[in-house]
């Protein structure tokens, strides 16, 4: 069993859809918790960053995570085409400093 | 200023070339690294910088070698590679390599390297 699990889809929406992305993961040791965005030949772009359980929300962006379940989301809302790209959600053991991506979902908006 | 530069943009090079990867920050940011990411995979770590001291090597093979010069720039230097190294090859950045004190990381555009 992978540390972080992530369905690297492809997921195809239309635009104005509410995307829901999740990871799950079996280290309980993960404490922090965080979304990059990944537009095709480009670096990963931070989009969210969270420690506790619970929702934090930027913009069309809600990220949302439950310890007790390990298990973690990223909803976006009113999808864009200029949504359309891969996301990696990470997270981070502060006991050995270990940062761990998923595999990464890829996901395109249609117009 | 926050992004993180990396040079050159593409890179192609024979076997038997000797080239550098080149990283710099203006963010004030303690932490720097690199990794390799091949297509449709997720980055994987290589080598971790934190104040300028190498912290973590993932046992990177030895024809890749990094130096940290001052706290804003990072280098790759490459030697020997194979083909199969040929990859996306990002340098990232983060105010401390401490997860309670990084909140993540910035990324560069990275360097897409081809072997021939």
């Known amino acids: 069993q992978k540390e972080v699990e992530q369905d690297p889809g492809p997921l195809s929406v239309p635009e104005g859809a509410i995307v829901s992305l999740n990871c799950t993961y079996s280290n309980s040791a993960f404490q922090y918790f965080m979304w990059y965005r990944q537009y095709s030949r480009k670096g990963p772009e931070l989009l969210m960053y969270t420690y506790s359980s619970g929702n934090k929300e930027d913009g069309r962006f809600t990220a949302q995570v439950d310890k007790s379940s390990k298990y973690i989301s990223l909803f976006i809302r009113d999808s864009q085409p200029s949504d359309s790209a891969t996301y990696l959600c990470?997270?981070?053991?502060?006991?050995?400093?270990?940062?761990?991506f998923g595999a990464g979902t890829r996901l395109t908006v249609k117009p | 200023d926050t992004e993180v530069t990396q040079t050159p943009k593409h890179l192609v090079m024979g076997m038997t070339n000797k080239k550098s990867l080149k990283c710099e920050q203006h963010?004030?940011?303690?932490?720097m690294y690199w990794y390799k990411q091949k297509a449709k995979k997720p980055p994987e770590l290589m080598f971790v910088?934190?104040?300028?001291?190498?912290?973590i090597n993932e046992s990177v093979p030895s024809r890749f070698s990094p130096e940290c010069p001052n706290s804003s720039l990072l280098n790759l230097h490459l030697h020997a590679l194979q083909p199969e190294d040929s990859a996306l090859y990002l340098c990232a950045s983060s105010q401390d390599f401490r997860p309670e004190l990084n909140y993540g990381y910035t990324f560069g555009s990275g360097t897409r390297l081809t072997v021939v």
């Open positions: 910088y934190s104040y300028e001291k190498l912290s």
């Open positions: 990470a997270m981070t053991n502060p006991l050995n400093n270990d940062m761990r």
């Open positions: 963010m004030g940011h303690r932490a």
